[in-house]
Every structure is written in structure tokens, then in C-alpha cells.
């Protein structure tokens, strides 16, 4: 059956609060990040992913308390991103509790960050977050929360966080998201073949099949979805039954 596929819920964070929205506007208040990780936990999802999603426009850093806060309410692997530049701010984020680090803005504003925080915690702690929107020509990469584009193809920025050391790439895609019509696997299809490092799909998760698809027609190894988990729409337990019903291996 292969490799067991991953399922992630994702906290998305600003001012305290879970937020999400579509296409990373209209913010709504999704509820308390530290009971949500708690009822993630007992529900089964497999990892937690917690993005301070206004640390980097805002110029500070993440959240460590509420980042040890629900570290204590979790006994699954956590990975924390938003507001990362150094090895110092890493440091204090594993001692609050994460497991690995996203970076996603201040890697691409200097490509060394992901060298330097690969040889300092080792690749599996490196999870390179790249925000990604389609355009007439390609799927470019933005940064600063989706609100600045650059002219880097996504092909060629996961090929060069390859190299430089990042053990896993969560690739968002701007124009699914929050849309719940399904993930865009023709994203993620196109890029496996440059890969040797997981790829977590993020973006665009309205239902159980949309999650088959994106393991089957996307070749991703990891899901991560919010809105669709938040209001419990779609429970963890179910959804990795139906996975088991279309020969998709997840971890029960």
C-alpha cells in the first residue's frame, strides 16, 4: 500500500485567535488555538501545524507562550512557523515545545536560513512553507502572508529548499484556499517529480474525496486543511476510514 499518508490540521493564528479565510482574506475567528489542539489530539489528526500568520508583516516574533501552552495540550508532532529569521528564535521555539520549524518569508529574503537551520537541528526540524498563486504563465511563489509576489517559479524554489536542506515542503496554494472546490493537484504533481523530501498539500479542502484525490492525483505525502476541520464539518476519525476505503494507508 506504500508509505503511510499524513493528515494535519492547521491553526492559523493572528492576535491570539484561529482565523481563516479565502485566498488568505476575510479572516473570520475560528475559536481558542489551545482547545483546538486539544480536541485534535483526542480526535486522531496526526500532526499540528501552527502558523503566526500576521508575526512577519507585523516585524516580531512568534507567540512562544501560546506556543507552550498548547505544546502542553498535544502528544503529536507540532510544527510552528511565522515570524522565523534565526537559529536563536528556532532554539526558543523547540524549548516551548515544537518538534519543527516553517519558514517560509525570511528564507526566501536569504537562502541561508534554511542551510545554516539545517546543520544547526537537522532537516527533519525544517518544513520550507511556500505560498504559491497561479498566473497566466505559472504557479509563482509569494511571500509576506500571500501579500507580495515574486517572479520565483514554485518548480524552481522547492528544487533550491531541496538542496539547501529543508527535510519537508508545505505548499499552499493561494487560489484554492478556503475555497473547499478541492486541492490543486496539477500543482502538486508537477513538482514530485523534483522531490525527494515530503510534500504537505495545503489548500482548498472541502470534503473526503478531495483528500483521496490529493494522495492519489497530486502524489502529495501530507494533507493539512483548517476550515473544513474547525467546524467539524469533516471528522478526522471518518475521514481516515473512507482513505482506508480507497486503498490510501493512513495511521489509525
Known amino acids: 500500500m506504500g508509505l503511510t499518508k499524513r493528515l494535519i490540521a492547521c491553526l492559523d493564528v493572528k492576535d491570539g485567535r484561529t482565523v481563516k479565510g479565502v485566498q488568505f482574506e476575510s479572516l473570520r475567528d475560528m475559536g481558542d488555538p489551545v482547545a483546538l489542539a486539544g480536541y485534535y489530539t483526542e480526535a486522531g489528526i496526526d500532526e499540528l501545524v501552527f502558523l503566526d500568520i500576521s508575526a512577519t508583516n507585523e516585524r516580531r516574533k512568534t507567540l512562544t507562550g501560546l506556543v507552550k501552552r498548547i505544546a502542553r495540550e498535544i502528544n503529536i508532532p507540532f510544527t510552528v512557523g511565522g515570524g522565523i529569521s534565526s537559529i536563536a528564535?528556532?532554539?526558543?521555539?523547540?524549548?516551548?515545545?515544537?518538534?519543527?520549524?516553517?519558514?517560509?518569508?525570511?528564507?526566501?529574503?536569504?537562502?541561508?536560513l534554511i542551510e545554516n537551520l539545517s546543520k544547526r537541528f537537522g532537516s527533519q526540524c525544517v518544513v520550507v512553507a511556500i505560498d504559491a498563486k497561479q498566473t497566466a504563465d505559472d504557479w509563482l511563489v509569494y511571500k509576506n502572508g500571500g501579500t507580495v509576489a515574486t517572479k520565483i517559479p514554485v518548480t524552481s524554489w522547492v528544487k533550491t529548499a531541496q538542496d539547501l536542506g529543508a527535510g519537508e515542503i508545505l505548499l499552499t496554494a493561494i487560489n484554492n484556499d478556503g475555497t473547499k472546490s478541492g486541492f490543486a493537484n496539477e500543482l502538486y504533481n508537477s513538482i514530485s517529480p523534483y522531490l525527494r523530501i515530503p510534500v504537505i498539500a495545503s489548500g482548498g479542502a472541502g470534503n473526503a474525496q478531495h483528500f483521496a484525490e490529493v494522495f492519489t492525483q497530486g502524489n502529495a505525502d501530507a494533507a493539512l486543511a483548517a476550515g473544513i476541520f474547525h467546524n467539524r464539518m469533516l471528522g478526522v476519525p471518518a475521514l481516515k476510514q473512507f482513505l482506508l476505503t480507497q486503498n490510501i494507508p493512513v495511521r489509525i
Open 89 to 112: 528564535d528556532v532554539d526558543a521555539l523547540l524549548e516551548f515545545g515544537a518538534d519543527k520549524v516553517s519558514v517560509n518569508t525570511a528564507a526566501i529574503n536569504d537562502q541561508s
